[in-house]
């Protein structure tokens, strides 16, 4: 558990989702950095297609478990976080984001579930969707 009052604020105010989530956030936004190989700003479309590959990666066909463990069920969950931490300036923003950028982007019940595939060959795991 990460003890740091900045994260120990926003749970206080926004109990919703668990340290793990924001945690995982900062990740994708990392890993998505070097997958567009974006300097500066992520989109919000562009952090949600990155947090959909890094979890299929490291959690494969759990991954919607996972996320719902971390009382993240849908796209615009991310993007309360996201906001969240905007607010507590973890993260900036620019004048065109917003938190509907979040919304509906994909279903996890479909990425996740429906149209994840096993791999036995080792390559990633990456839903067709």
Same mark, same amino acid.
């Given at each position: 558990?990460?003890? $740091?009052?900045?994260?120990?604020?926003?749970? #206080?105010?926004?109990?919703? *989702?668990?340290? #793990?989530?924001?945690?995982?956030?900062? &990740?994708? =936004?990392? *890993?998505?950095?070097?997958?567009?190989?974006?300097?500066?700003?992520?989109?919000?479309?562009?952090?949600?297609?990155? /947090? !959909? &590959?890094?979890? =299929?990666?490291?959690?494969?066909?759990?991954?919607?478990?996972?996320?719902?463990?971390?009382?993240?069920?849908?796209?615009? $969950?991310?993007?309360? /976080? @996201?906001?969240?931490? @905007? &607010?507590?300036?973890? =993260?900036? !923003?620019? #004048? &065109?984001?917003?938190?509907?950028?979040?919304?509906?982007?994909?279903?996890?019940?479909?990425?996740?579930?429906?149209?994840?595939?096993?791999?036995?060959?080792? !390559? $990633?795991? /990456?839903?067709? *969707?």
């Amino acid at each position: 558990m990460v003890k $740091d009052p900045v994260f120990e604020r926003i749970l #206080e105010k926004d109990p919703r *989702y668990k340290i #793990e989530a924001y945690i995982f956030v900062l &990740e994708a =936004l990392h *890993y998505t950095r070097e997958k567009f190989k974006v300097q500066r700003h992520v989109t919000g479309k562009q952090l949600l297609e990155g /947090i !959909k &590959e890094l979890g =299929l990666k490291k959690f494969g066909a759990l991954t919607k478990m996972v996320f719902e463990y971390w009382g993240v069920k849908n796209t615009i $969950d991310f993007g309360n /976080i @996201v906001f969240n931490m @905007v &607010e507590e300036r973890i =993260l900036s !923003k620019t #004048e &065109e984001d917003k938190l509907d950028d979040f919304k509906d982007v994909y279903d996890f019940e479909e990425v996740f579930v429906k149209n994840y595939k096993l791999d036995f060959t080792g !390559k $990633d795991r /990456i839903s067709k *969707y």
